[in-house]
Each structure stands twice: as structure tokens, then as C-alpha cells.
């Protein structure tokens, strides 16, 4: 395991119970404010960043290459820390561009180089050429994968389960179960690995946000082999893909409804694209009965709010009551 991390997360993050929904199901629900580990740096990515920079500076790399969505909070969280720490900064952005705003505006004013490409091209294409390219200028490039998921990365969620443990005695609770939203997996993997090495008997479960249980147990399989090849029983890897809905970054008007419930509910935004389906996920869990086993439950709010997009907004409002205007 790598020792040395950077310190610029907000840690720890807090840890509070939902009163009224752990009411209404019935359940001690609690949340874990990871959207809190800062603003520019906000949600679950600086996590594994500070192993994955840490890393870059330990190892004399002056570039970073890394790659995401174009509303991608890995990528805005990645050109932060090269700001912060003078490291040339590329981001492979793909999809449509469509409007200058949230975390695609957030990267650009933070100094980072954007490489837009277009929704069906390859990132990893994209990443080699530009690599190759930064080579041939005389920069000693690195390349950091989608969402910083692999065995560097993901050092950052083992970590974030040893400090749940810590919390746990303060509370005097002991989770039953730890629910994250799964995009590139190397959260779930860093979880799953922290449960594993402390065998307790939590369940940790993920919600997919957009590729398939199977497509993602592989993936989290691999984190982890990468990290520790004396692994190989799986069996407790549990994502649950019901939740994606209409697609990464697509939401219906029940998910938008649901946001809506749950912040005037409990006073917290969930983001579209993330944390808000996975906790829809959760909900409709437990109330089909799939937690009846447990009692205290977590959920990881992972961050994500630049990606309310302004379609998304207008959507929203379109829900929400009407501003009335005093003149
Ligand atoms: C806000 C937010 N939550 C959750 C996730 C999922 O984490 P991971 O990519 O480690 O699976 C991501 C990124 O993909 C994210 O940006």
C-alpha cells in the first residue's frame, strides 16, 4: 500500500442521520458528507487524487493527462490540484459541447488544456496521441485514467473506510451497510478492499450510474488485482444496475421529482448524474424490503453538483413554484 498522500481534503467528513426519511422508512439512514471535502477539489475524486498527485510529484512527472465526461468532476478536481501544486494540466473532455458552464467552465478557468472530443470516440485514442505528442515537446507526461480508478486512486477509499471505522466508535454505531454511486468503480473498489482487509460484516453496495453490474464487477475486480493480487473471491462485490434509468447524465422527471423530495425533506442536493440516482436506488431498496436485515445505513454523498447543466436547471424550474416578482 502507498504511505505518502497529499493533504488537502477536508477530512474528516462528516457523518449525520437523516431524521425525517430515517423516520418515514423506518431505518437509521445516515449520510457521510464527502461533497464536502472542499470547493474546487469538492466530492469523492480528491480522495484518490491526493495518492494520485502525491504519486505524479514522487515520481518527477510535470504533466498530467486525464480524461472524463464533458461535465466531469474528476477532470475539474484534477485541474485544481495541477494548479495548486504547478503541474501542466490536459483534460480529454468528450462530449457534445454544448455550453460553457459548470465543471467544463471550472477546469478552463482553473488553467487546465481541454481536448474536447467528440461522444463516440475512443478517450484512451485520444490520451495516447496527446501523450505522445507532450513526449515529442520534451514533458514527461502521466497519464491518469477515467475518474482516477486504479490501484493509486482508489488507496483513497481504503482510507475513507478506515476513518467510517473511526466514526462508527464516536457514534456508537455500526453500519450495516456503506451505499456509494459507482461511475468508474474506483470508490466501490476502494470500499470493498477496506471491508475486506478489516473483515467486518458490512454489505458494501454500489449503485451504477451507467454500465452494467457485470461490466462494472470486472472492473472493480481488476482495481483490486492491480492493488493486491492475493485476492480472488469476489462473491461480495454487489452493484446493483436497476437504477441507471434513461443514462449517464439523463434524468427523468421522477429522479428530478425525487431530488426535489429529498432536499426539501432533508435540506441536501443530490446530484443528476451521481449520488442522485444512487440514493433513488437506495430508497426504492429499502422499501421493497432489500434492507429488512438491517438497521443503520450510510450513504457516500460523493459531490457532483456542478453537473446541474442549464437544461437540467430549466427543467427543474419547470417544477419548482412559479418566482413571484415584487416591483
Ligand atoms: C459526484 C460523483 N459521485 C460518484 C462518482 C463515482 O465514483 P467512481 O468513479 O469512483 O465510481 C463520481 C465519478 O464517477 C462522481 O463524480
Redesign the pocket.
Known amino acids: 500500500m502507498l504511505q505518502n498522500k497529499l493533504n488537502v481534503a477536508n477530512l474528516n467528513t462528516p457523518i449525520h442521520k437523516l431524521e425525517q426519511l430515517s423516520q418515514a422508512l423506518g431505518k437509521s439512514i445516515y449520510i457521510k458528507r464527502d461533497d464536502y471535502t472542499g470547493t474546487e477539489i469538492s ?3 480528491v480522495r ?1 487524487l491526493e495518492y494520485t498527485i502525491q504519486y505524479v510529484l514522487d515520481n518527477g512527472y510535470d504533466t498530467v493527462i486525464t480524461t472524463g465526461a464533458i461535465t466531469s ?2 477532470a475539474r478536481a484534477t485541474a485544481a490540484l495541477c494548479a495548486q501544486y504547478n503541474i501542466e494540466c490536459h483534460l480529454v473532455l468528450r462530449g457534445e459541447l454544448e455550453a460553457y458552464e459548470g465543471n467544463l467552465f471550472l477546469g478552463a478557468m482553473l488553467g487546465a488544456h481541454l481536448h474536447v472530443i467528440e461522444p463516440e470516440a475512443s478517450r484512451e485514442k485520444a490520451m495516447e496521441a496527446l501523450y505522445k505528442t507532450l513526449e515529442s515537446q520534451g514533458k514527461t507526461p502521466f497519464s491518469i485514467p477515467v ?1 482516477a ?1 486504479d490501484w493509486i486512486g482508489t488507496h483513497g477509499y481504503v482510507h475513507a473506510f478506515e476513518e467510517i471505522l473511526k466514526q462508527e466508535e464516536e457514534l456508537n454505531i455500526a453500519f450495516d451497510s456503506i451505499n ?9 473498489a476502494g470500499l470493498w478492499y477496506g471491508n475486506e482487509q478489516h473483515q467486518t460484516t458490512k454489505q458494501i453496495t454500489g449503485y451504477a ?1 451507467d454500465q452494467s453490474t457485470d461490466a462494472f464487477h470486472k472492473k472493480v475486480t481488476e482495481i483490486i488485482q492491480q492493488l493486491d493480487d492475493s485476492i480472488s473471491d469476489f462473491d461480495t462485490v454487489h452493484i446493483n444496475d436497476a437504477y441507471i434509468g434513461l443514462g449517464y447524465g439523463q434524468a427523468t422527471d421522477e429522479e428530478l421529482q425525487f431530488y426535489i423530495d429529498i432536499a426539501q425533506l432533508e435540506g441536501i442536493i443530490l ?1 443528476p ?3 442522485g440516482k444512487a440514493f433513488k436506488g437506495l430508497v426504492e431498496e429499502i422499501k421493497a424490503g432489500r434492507y429488512d436485515n438491517q438497521e443503520y445505513i450510510l450513504f457516500i454523498h ?3 453538483l456542478q ?1 446541474y447543466t442549464e437544461e437540467t436547471r430549466r427543467r427543474l424550474q419547470r417544477m419548482l413554484p412559479e418566482i413571484s416578482e415584487t416591483k
Open positions: 466530492g469523492n475524486k484518490k468532476n474528476h475518474g480508478s456509494v454511486a459507482v461511475g468508474s468503480g474506483g470508490t466501490y450510474v446530484d448524474t451521481y449520488t460523493t459531490g457532483g453537473g
